[in-house]
């Protein structure tokens, strides 16, 4: 096994967590290496663009189209999550619904960029509403850290409109870049539903379309900088350019930003101190080697692949004083149970969540202007709190700006319906698509999910990827606290449309497929939101949790477990944010550490 | 019956091509030569399913030229809907020629088609070129723009959308003045 030169910290994972990490570490003069699995093509601007053509190209255009798995780094798709046949082995009841992309810059190559903070509720469900457990941390301890995700991955919005459910920001601050503008297709639902009633349990909740937060770049505010495209050249040549400094309104946040104005860790890679950072691509950790007397980690093993579409690799041991999992909060737990390491009470890989999600789609009565601008720029919030979650679940509402894209395939599906059953060809064709497509609705329901021990991703010797590394093996259900919420979500959906007077077209069996979940004599057709969390919980002692408020594994002084797996509950918030300010509070720490 | 004025030829295939799309598209010539993919979809209809075919269905239409303009707009879609549209042959052809068009993917023919005028080894649902996709007429048509390109520009999804009309819209009927102004020369 060949040994690299040592480093202070060994990082895995070229994601948010880990680029933001780096980032810090490099910038306070440490030393860094980053292992990521997956190739480094995102690096250049020219490299990305191949991910565009790739795209362009792609016959289905899911959010993993752009972004191709190599061999060594498999990753799941929507097309095998729905056939069941590809990098996950599930065991049910029902299945997870959720990808994600093992590449230089991760998932956020791919995400939506909503980045809305965590309730102050949300810290302390136990305490407040009785159900699953409080973070270590309250809203107020990581308010601090919100702010500074916030300008780390730019985030536009307006403070004026975030001021709901106790959310509280300190004295004159905003964010970096001014709200992304609303979208016609919102302000027209806003018109029509804004400070509507809803019922829940003995409340009465006013709800309202709101603009949320969003990564993506807008008008700056004072001194702020956006980040434009990442162009890291293979001569040293490393930076980001000036496109992509403002949103362009290209439809297609997922899969690929075509101009990078929506953030990727990339930008974060980027602006690291690069003469203090190493990055190794095509480098798949595979196990984390621990004294057996101090439990300290002395090394992580990596198969490093020269081509990515094969299966042969060499072996090599990273070293350094400090190791961070910033893999994935699927790929942390299975390293971890793939190195013998189960962690406190067997509970490394439990606890796993998602936002399982409906959608519900319509025919507004006017045109809305749909396919036009970021995929969505506001939501309903109002739902995310309130007493009723001692008895189900909370949720929001994302708006679309992109038609029935997600739920039917359109407007492609919409052409090839046309043409074929419609009999439609010339202006009455022509006619038939822009009399109805500009006038499609389309709200996802996402839906909180409490931790369960029982949900869970582990590992099985008979199920391995092509370089001899485990497949992680899911066990999910969803309970009857998240289906109560999802029955709730749905009735509201059906109430904002009627109130809009949008004719409800949501039929699961003209859409794409979806698994299904059965509640009181009710089917709902679910989608994974991408949202994987809670694989090794932080806690206040080892009893009930993997790692402490630091992100510090409570077995292994030298070893840390950042990102969404972190998570000992998650809300409704899309978690992105949420790990962010997670990364840069333990990253304040491994200075503090590493300077001693 | 074909006539030696009717004639498909290599040297006009191409502008028969654009004529017939133009009528079965609702979109100019001159905004199907904008588009840049004419020769595109030429190859990869005389890939898939041969260019004899192909000239069938534009010396079919070929016929029917004589009557132009929007009044002779309900003559010409009655005959091709009979000869063309609604031909077992011909039909699943200019159907794929439309969706050619519209989003720049060729769909696998039916297996009825294929069965009978076959074998297409070819015949598979493919992306043409990324540059295809980025060139379909449909987003054109419902005013917005493809996913991933030819972004509007920062804050234009703010405002109402604008939908391009079009000769024959019957959902906008136009008045003399908004004929196309721009034709190619004849």
New interface residues.
Partial sequence: MNRDASYDAVIVGAGVAGALIAKRLTGAGMRVLVLEAGPGTSRSLDGYTQH??T?????A?SPESPWPPAVGAPQPDTTSLRNNDGYFVQRGPNLYGSSYTRLWGGSTLHWLGVSLRMLPEDFRMRSRHGVARDWPLDYTALAPYYEKAEREIGVSADVADQHYLGLSFSEGYDYPMRRI????SD?VLGAAVDGMPVTMGDEEIAIRVRSYPAARN?IPRGDYQPVGAVDIGPEGRSGTSNLGE???????CTP?C??QAKYNAGKSMAQADQRLLTVQVQAVASKVRIDPVTGDVQGIEYKRYEDVGSPVHTTHLATGRVYILAAHATENAKLMLASGLEGPRGQVGRTLMDHPALYAWGMAPL????????QS?SGIEDLRGGAFRARHASFRFDIG??GW?ATTGA??T???DA??KR?L???????Q???T??RHVRLSLAVEQLPDPDNRISIDPNYLDAFGNPRPVIDYRIDDYTLAGMAAASDVARAVFRRAGITDCSDPDKGSWFPSAFYQGREFRYHGMGHFAGTHAMGDDPSGSVVNADQRAWEHSNLFLVGSGSFPTMGTSNPTLTLAALALRTADRLVATLAE | MITEQNLVTDENRLERFLAFSA?????TVFELQGTGQAEAYLKTIGDVVGAALLDEILTVHGKQMSTTGDEG?PAR?AY??REI?GSEKLGPI??NI??LW??G?W?ELPTAWTENYGPAPKDV???V???S??EGL??T?????P???K???????????R?PR??????HLPAAADEEPARLPA
């Fill in positions: 565009l053509e795209f362009y190209a792609a016959t255009k503008p609303p979208s016609y302000r807008s403002r949103c362009q309104g290209n439809t297609s690929i075509p101009v045109d809305v202007g749909a396919y036009r601008g970021p720029t700006n992109d894209r407007p492609d919409a052409v090839a043409v074929m009999n060809f010339g202006p009455a064709l022509r006619a698509l822009e009399t497509l500009p | 009528e079965v598209t609702a979109f707009r879609n091709l809907r549209f200019a159907r439309v969706k519209y989003s993917v769909y649902t493919f992306v070129s990324p540059a996709y980025v449909l987003w048509a419902i005013g917005a723009h996913a991933g390109a972004a509007p520009g920062y804050g234009s999804w703010a405002a109402a959308p939908i079009f000769a024959g819209d019957p959902a």
